[in-house]
């Protein structure tokens, strides 16, 4: 079955700017996270959606949203970029969250400039 | 959620078993220990899941002693496209509860011919 789908691939964007990212799970799969990877920060938690409601919430500013559609894909907004934004932003989908196993997608690497 | 604590990074030669021991010692009664590899530009992949004992699979193997304060990840015969970062992940995360992956620094493996 098709994995996890991430779009786009990569994206640049300017300070200032807003940004939507996209992601479409595993069919089936009803939960879906979001995480930010740095090099300095490392893999974190960003949000987790759940048939269409937030479940579960990182540490992260107000200018980091989503939303889950009825079909389960999900989308990440990040509003007033500002340059520390620039990261890998990772999509992960399970069929039930908790402690199932995650599918990752190959991520959405934005450059802030 | 307990804090993992892993060998910043590890070195091996192709062919020989890799042992990377993660340390919990903070884990709870209903935690659970999960075992992700990543490779650079692409999102974590699940490996293995444990509680306690040992657990095994295609590709790996999960030791947890009986006080769960511990736990390795062993890889037999390791290949150079082992190379990776190993993340050691504990939480509980029941059924139907949100799903909140916490990476810590992981464990660097370098393989080589």
């Known amino acids: 079955k098709a994995g996890v789908t991430q779009t786009p691939r990569y994206l640049i964007k300017t300070r200032g700017q807003q940004v939507t990212l996209s992601c479409s799970p595993i069919s089936g799969h009803r939960s879906v996270s979001w995480y930010q990877q740095t090099p300095g920060q490392g893999l974190q938690f960003l949000f987790e959606?759940?048939?269409?409601?937030?479940?579960n919430k990182g540490n992260f500013p107000g200018r980091f949203s989503g939303r889950q559609f009825s079909n389960s894909r999900s989308e990440m907004n990040v509003s007033t970029l500002e340059l520390g934004d620039s990261a890998l932003y990772l999509c992960a989908s399970s069929f039930q969250g908790g402690r199932a196993e995650a599918f990752f997608g190959q991520g959405t690497r934005l450059t802030v400039v | 959620l307990a804090k993992t604590t892993q060998p910043i990074s590890m070195d091996s030669y192709e062919g020989q078993e890799v042992n990377i021991t993660c340390s919990h010692n903070n884990i709870a009664t209903n935690d659970y220990i999960t075992w992700y590899q990543q490779f650079p530009s692409q999102g974590p992949r699940f490996i293995i899941q444990?509680?306690?004992t040992k657990v095994t699979n295609e590709v790996a193997s999960l030791f947890i002693p009986a006080d769960r304060k511990s736990s390795t990840l062993s890889l037999p015969r390791v290949s150079l496209s082992d190379t990776a970062v190993y993340y050691c992940l504990v939480g509980d995360g029941g059924t139907g509860t949100a799903s909140k992956l916490t990476f810590g620094t992981g464990t660097r493996l370098q393989v080589t011919l």
């Open positions: 959606y759940f048939s269409e409601t937030q479940r």
């Open positions: 444990g509680y306690k």
